[in-house]
């Protein structure tokens, strides 16, 4: 199943981006476990939330999956909380219409005029998949891998890593929930540094290179590593030579 959730930037309800989601029972059929989710934000209405947004216009902004739920014990509702698992947000806002100004959701005509009032509204893969489309959550999880790591001709892109890392992004959540957010270098964490619009974002590094291992088993204890695009970019500075984890944090100090 396929899914948008709501979270306004004012609510009664108790949600965690990335980590929790507050709504009540009767959404529960629409929420089952392993349901994929994509955030939606509605229009700013104060201009005091400004900050904590990516754009004021309506958009997209993030990714994740749902995961274990169970009842709100303080709501005499029988309200619930699902679980949010492999959060992942997206870079830039992606607003709610195309180019061709069509609506990215498939709106049915007897919903026109109401449409966007449920906080959860159940979409096809292919919405889905458009809206992914739009962003560079594909690429975000390890874009400077695989900048330096793929062969790409005009026309077309020959890919040259083929792992199991690459296609499961669930091997990235594991490595960020042992390793944490912040930078393994610098210590940078975009959460403590920018708020709620930096939650979630830090790139995963890949210990060995895809490009000179090929196909392989990935341990996210000791193969990934979390990294700020700075640094990221510093160990693949050099193409003859990409740099340690120790030899990076090592130049960083001394400097």
């Not at 077309?156 to 499961?168: C, L, P």
């Not at 695009?229 to 990076?248: A, G």
């Amino acid at each position: 199943m396929y899914a948008i959730i709501t979270q306004n930037d004012r609510s009664a309800w108790k949600d965690k981006t990335g980590e929790l989601y507050h709504h009540p029972k009767r959404y529960l059929r629409l929420l089952k476990p392993g349901t994929k989710i994509i955030y939606y934000k509605g229009r700013l209405q104060e201009k005091k939330y400004k900050k904590f947004r990516l754009t004021a216009d309506p958009y997209y902004f993030g990714i994740g999956e749902i995961g274990n739920q169970y009842i709100d014990p303080e709501s005499t509702k029988k309200d619930y909380y699902s679980e949010i698992i492999n959060y992942q947000a997206f870079d830039i806002p992606i607003p709610i219409k195309d180019d061709n100004e069509q609506y990215l959701e498939e709106i049915p005509d007897s919903r026109k005029g109401n449409y966007w009032r449920d906080a959860v509204r159940i979409i096809t893969k292919e919405v889905y998949d458009k809206i992914l489309s739009l962003s560079n959550i594909n690429y975000h999880i390890d874009n400077v891998e695989t900048e330096f790591t793929t062969t790409i001709t005009e026309g077309k892109t020959k890919k040259t890593y083929s792992t199991k890392y690459e296609r499961n992004p669930k091997l990235r959540q594991q490595a960020l929930d042992i390793h944490g957010y912040s930078c393994s270098i610098c210590g940078f964490n975009f959460l403590e540094r920018y708020g709620e619009i930096g939650r979630g974002f830090i790139h995963v590094h890949h210990v060995n290179p895809l490009s000179q291992t090929g196909e392989q088993i990935v341990d996210p204890k000791t193969d990934l590593v979390p990294v700020c695009p700075n640094c990221h970019s510093m160990i693949h500075r050099d193409k003859n030579h990409i740099l340690t984890i120790e030899e990076l944090k090592l130049i960083f100090n001394m400097n």
